[in-house]
């Protein structure tokens, strides 16, 4: 550390008990060469020690929105502008309510709103405020807009509570805050994502699918918008919000995902294929929905499946200088199978998951990957979320695959 180029940063401090580590936070940005000015809402104060954060940053520290004194050394459109990043940690449901609404009835949320530098929040709060629906709508409009999130963790909260809440923990903070303040390092890449499910029918009503949420995906897309790159997202039928930047092309079927894909291809020097997409569709879909009484009481239904096309087989082909990453989800012997797969899919890197996992994988925030390059090696990766494996997906994709290519 300290090693960084010298920015400012604003750390805006709310009203939650994680704020005990705020300090902390405030020590490492200054470490590695930060200069930092926090901002606390009056509940802050009742967690930490304004004076300690003083001590700490080296800059005065603010609380009032409105105190002449403060305002005197400061104003709070000056903090505003000054800052090149706003970090909110802990961030409550409360500021995360107020942020996503542009209430400004505080100094931090006014600071909020008049910022226009990047803002990364470490929300913490108790697992059912931090699930309940209005604070996921919170989220997902904040996510919308391009605010970038660290956490929460899931563990023991200080409510006495099992579960999501947890603020990140600040060296986790501090990585975040510095990929915010990196040069988007994907800039002028065209950065083509598959993501979800497809759904192919069998007649009007029922369709055949996989239990594929699209998460993964849409995290991979998100981090290279974060990084720069012009991205476009083909998703399978997914509630998930579109990531802030991202172009986003809803399919259904794998034929229409090829199309899709093979439409897009020009553009994209990378592709990530993180789609689950269906190996097999009904040979006959039928126009009108199926009736039982047509059948015999005791007769059952046969489906004839036919296969898909590869699409990933098919772009690694004929791929040029294009970098194409593929998934691959397994139950069971999951890296000899991820090997094999590679092989014949003929793809630069396969990200292999083991779905067959209760905490990882499928329709879950987490996921535990290995990475099985072609020369043989293979890199495990413990249990992280989604947007982190993004974030070491991304990392190896720009230094192995990408390394020196334009
Ligand atoms: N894939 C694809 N087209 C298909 C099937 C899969 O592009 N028709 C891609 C997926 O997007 C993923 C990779 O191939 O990147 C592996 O998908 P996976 O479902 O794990 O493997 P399959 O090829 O379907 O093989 P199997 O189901 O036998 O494990």
Redesign the pocket.
């Known amino acids: 550390m300290g090693t960084s180029e010298q920015r400012r940063i604003v750390v805006a401090v709310t009203g939650g008990i994680a704020a005990y580590k705020i300090p902390e936070l405030v020590r490492g940005l200054g470490r590695a060469g930060h200069r930092v000015r926090c901002a606390l809402t009056p509940e802050a104060a009742h967690f930490v020690s304004p004076l300690v954060l003083q001590t700490l940053s080296g800059e005065p520290v603010r609380s009032q929105l409105l105190d002449p004194g403060e305002e005197g050394s400061i104003g709070h459109i000056d903090l505003a502008d000054w800052a090149e990043l706003v970090v909110v940690a802990p961030a409550t449901a409360n500021v995360l309510a107020r942020m996503c609404h542009g209430i400004a009835d505080d100094l931090v949320t006014t600071l909020l709103l008049a910022t226009r530098a990047p803002v990364l929040v470490a929300p913490a709060m108790n697992v059912n405020m931090w699930n309940h629906p209005a604070t996921r709508d919170n989220v997902a409009a904040l996510r919308e807009r391009g605010v970038r999130m660290v956490g929460p963790e899931t563990g023991e909260l200080a409510c006495g509570w099992e579960g999501e809440g947890r603020m990140a923990e600040p060296a986790a903070i501090l990585e975040a805050a510095e990929r915010c303040l990196r040069a988007p390092s994907l800039r002028g890449r065209g950065v083509l994502v598959?993501a979800g499910g497809t759904v192919e029918p069998i007649d009007s009503v029922r369709s055949l699918t996989?239990r594929s949420s699209g998460k993964m995906g849409f995290a991979v897309a998100a981090e290279a918008a974060l990084r720069g790159a012009s991205v476009t997202l083909v998703a399978g039928p997914s509630h998930l919000p579109t990531p802030a930047g991202v172009r986003r092309i809803d399919v259904e079927t794998?034929l229409e995902?090829?199309d899709a894909?093979l439409r897009e291809l020009p553009d994209a020097s990378v592709v990530?294929?993180?789609?689950?997409?269906?190996?097999f569709r009904p040979r006959v879909v039928h126009e009108r929905k199926l009736k039982k009484e047509d059948l015999a009481p005791d007769q059952g239904l046969t489906l004839e499946l036919v296969?898909?096309?590869?699409?990933?087989?098919?772009?690694s082909r004929d791929r040029g200088d294009r970098v194409v990453?593929?998934?691959?989800?397994?139950t069971h012997d999951v890296v000899e199978?991820a090997r094999r797969?590679l092989a014949?899919?003929g793809?630069d890197l396969?990200?292999a998951n083991d779905v067959s996992r209760g905490d990882a994988g499928f329709d879950v925030d987490e996921n535990a990957v290995t990475f099985v390059w072609p020369g043989g090696e293979v890199e495990e990766l413990p249990l992280l979320s989604k947007a982190q494996v993004a974030g070491q997906l991304w990392d190896r994709i720009e230094k192995r695959l990408l390394g020196g290519r334009e």
């Open positions: 598959t996989n794998a995902m090829r894909v990530v294929k993180a789609a689950a997409v269906a190996d296969r898909n096309p590869d699409i990933l087989e098919e772009i990453v593929g998934f691959a989800a397994e199978a797969k014949r899919k793809c396969l990200v």
